[in-house]
């Protein structure tokens, strides 16, 4: 009612709402058709931001999320082609000149490095590391870099198209390619020089599994059904129940490695061209990288690409926090690889041929570079991180090195800079610890789309 006025003494107040509402406007037309009008305003703004809200989401999720097909990609009108590499970029990688003026030095054994790699990145294999690794070296020597254009991944489910890559022309030529894909072959191979080096890492399918559930589960609607505290195991007690190949995500929790790398992850395991696929990975890539022996993985790249050794010194990035489910063990690991097991047969050769490969450059060489390597990590560690392990989202004082967090919860782990650190230690130390979308905008990739998913995240606090 209006302040001025008041229910004269012995009156009765109104005992219901709506009887108070009558009375208040009647006494106070003017008051209350305005409050009215502030309340309908207020409705109608928020009806409005919502139809907004809605509209931005659906056309941002048929931007983000691309019809996912099993079947092989078509190629670009030019796939066959190949691209026109510039003579004058290339020209100091092959002289003699100084480290100081454009990286390039010859090794022991004759070699100058290859700047020319295609790193296809597999999930949850480590890969993001080996991404920090390779941005580094791009940009110490200046090389030309093939982005995805508003996405830190190429349209990933679909199969990768060189269209998709950021101020892509006919016949253009980069050095590296290195972010997330479903590989397409003909149209990587289309983009790099040729005698460009291809390398991969992969890792136990078991736990591969494991940390894609983790990971992706949130974006997988076939595990919001799950119910319990371990989803994981009930999901692997009976994972035919639950599973639908055709659901939306399902590629991430089932032989995911096989798909990333552009096969059917559906095939029977019996098939013929099971086989034909492993070896045809074989053919492509010179190197199959293990995430399990990263370090000597490591030291068989360097030398694969005659790089030195601070060119491969790592911090480990995009790992995840202890999950409070236990690891997998005894059954329930069992049947991880056996519900992987395209994945499994792939591991189970690559391990063998890493390790004949391990034996061709001689193990006790081998584990004296592995701890050249590790002593130099460690150093690094000491210069560059403050408090010298990595840190909860909530710990990291800049949003810099701020990784990309899972939906729903903050699992992933990042580091602080140390506050004093030498100016010769300064940029290396800032570069190992920058996470893969902050160094993407650093050097010049368009992420809008990825901006732009972060900012509604925050705003809703996904």
């Not at 000597?296 to 911090?315: A, G, I, N, P």
Request: charged fraction near 25%; charge should be positive.
């Amino acid at each position: 009612m209006c302040p001025s006025q008041r229910i004269p003494l012995g009156s009765q107040a109104p005992s219901h709402p709506v009887q108070e509402a009558v009375i208040n406007f009647r006494r106070c037309p003017t008051e209350m058709r305005l409050l009215l009008r502030k309340r309908w305003e207020s409705m109608a703004k928020g009806l409005v931001l919502g139809t907004l809200l809605t509209s931005c989401l659906l056309l941002l999720y048929s931007y983000v999320v691309p019809p996912l097909h099993a079947g092989l990609a078509s190629t670009t009108s030019e796939a066959s082609a190949p691209c026109s590499p510039d003579p004058h970029r290339d020209k100091p990688e092959a002289t003699a000149a100084t480290p100081a003026a454009n990286g390039s030095r010859t090794g022991a054994g004759g070699c100058h490095p290859r700047r020319d790699i295609v790193f296809m990145k597999t999930h949850k294999t480590a890969s993001s590391t080996l991404l920090n690794i390779l941005f580094r070296f791009g940009q110490k020597h200046g090389l030309k870099f093939a982005f995805p254009n508003g996405r830190n991944d190429f349209h990933y489910p679909s199969f990768f198209a060189r269209s998709l890559v950021q101020d892509y022309r006919p016949g253009a030529c980069f050095n590296i390619i290195c972010n997330h894909m479903r590989f397409h072959y003909d149209e990587v191979r289309g983009l790099v020089p040729p005698g460009a080096v291809f390398i991969t890492v992969i890792r136990d399918p078991a736990r591969l599994f494991e940390s894609s559930f983790h990971y992706f589960g949130a974006v997988v609607p076939l595990t919001w059904k799950l119910s319990g505290g371990d989803k994981l195991a009930e999901f692997l007690r009976d994972p035919d129940r639950y599973y639908d190949p055709s659901g939306y995500n399902a590629h991430y929790l089932r032989n995911l490695l096989f798909f990333d790398l552009g096969y059917d992850s559906g095939l029977d395991p019996g098939s013929p061209r099971v086989r034909e696929h492993i070896l045809e990975v074989e053919r492509r890539f010179q190197l199959v990288l293990l995430q399990e022996y990263f370090d000597e993985s490591l030291v068989l790249l360097r030398h694969l690409l005659c790089w030195e050794l601070e060119d491969v010194l790592y911090f480990k990035l995009n790992a995840r926090r202890d999950s409070p489910e236990p690891r997998l063990s005894g059954e329930l690991y069992r049947r991880a690889t056996a519900w992987n097991r395209l994945d499994a047969l792939l591991y189970r050769h690559f391990n063998a041929s890493f390790w004949r490969k391990v034996d061709a450059f001689g193990r006790q060489r081998m584990e004296r570079e592995v701890a050249d390597l590790r002593r130099a990590n460690e150093r690094m560690r000491r210069i560059c991180i403050d408090g010298g392990q990595a840190v909860d989202a909530a710990s990291i004082q800049d949003s810099a090195l701020q990784p990309w967090q899972p939906l729903g919860v903050k699992s992933i782990l990042g580091y602080n800079l140390k506050k004093s650190i030498s100016r010769q230690h300064e940029q290396l130390c800032r570069r190992m610890l920058t996470p893969e979308i902050q160094y993407l905008t650093d050097l010049g990739a368009n992420l809008w789309v990825t901006n732009l998913l972060k900012l509604l995240r925050d705003f809703l606090r996904w």
